[in-house]
């Protein structure tokens, strides 16, 4: 960033606690939340400042990035909810230990595979992404993702326990 700019400051001053009151209502309500989402959009404000300032309205600017911040965080949120359960059965969660145990092993076996076999792994099973938008995001065709992702899944069946793993994988779609 270069030379401090007295418009930034103002703008900074004058919308932060807007913002912080409107991500508290985009966010459920979530006071922390809607701060470290408000301090993370002004950083970027800040970084991206000489560019922002020359378009046809920073503070809107501000808006979209803070309201993108929250819903990519929603977006993770409902991942995570999504992907556990598939990580771990029912009788894991009555025994914390026994889940801790679980998810460490699993790091432990995906640590174990190449970085482009994890890398698919983590595309295809974790992210939900179909073979075709595997393969573009990686630049590979979809049969170097579908034979990646079979050979990593037996590498982790040898190494876990079946009842672990998602329930696509052990269908090896």
């Given at each position: ?117 994890r890398t698919v792994i983590v595309l295809r099973y974790f992210v939900d992404l179909p ?12 049969q170097a993702v579908r034979s990646l992702s079979h050979r990593a899944i037996m590498k ?9 793993l998602p329930t696509e994988a052990r269908h090896g779609s």
């Amino acid at each position: 960033m270069g030379e401090w700019d007295p418009e930034l400051h103002r703008l900074c001053a004058a919308e932060y606690p807007r913002l912080v009151g409107a991500l508290r209502l985009r966010c459920g309500r979530d006071a922390y939340l809607a701060e470290e989402l408000a301090q993370e959009a002004l950083a970027r404000l800040c970084r991206d400042w000489n560019r922002v300032a020359r378009g046809p309205s920073p503070r809107a600017w501000l808006y979209r990035v803070a309201f993108n911040l929250a819903g990519s965080h929603w977006r993770r949120l409902a991942m995570r909810q999504r992907v556990e359960p598939t990580l771990i059965d029912a009788s894991a969660v009555l025994d914390p230990s026994r889940a801790a145990a679980e998810r460490m092993d699993l790091r432990d076996a995906l640590d174990r595979l190449s970085r482009r076999e994890r890398t698919v792994i983590v595309l295809r099973y974790f992210v939900d992404l179909p073979v075709a938008q595997a393969a573009q995001a990686l630049g590979m065709s979809e049969q170097a993702v579908r034979s990646l992702s079979h050979r990593a899944i037996m590498k982790l069946r040898t190494a876990l326990s079946d009842d672990i793993l998602p329930t696509e994988a052990r269908h090896g779609s």
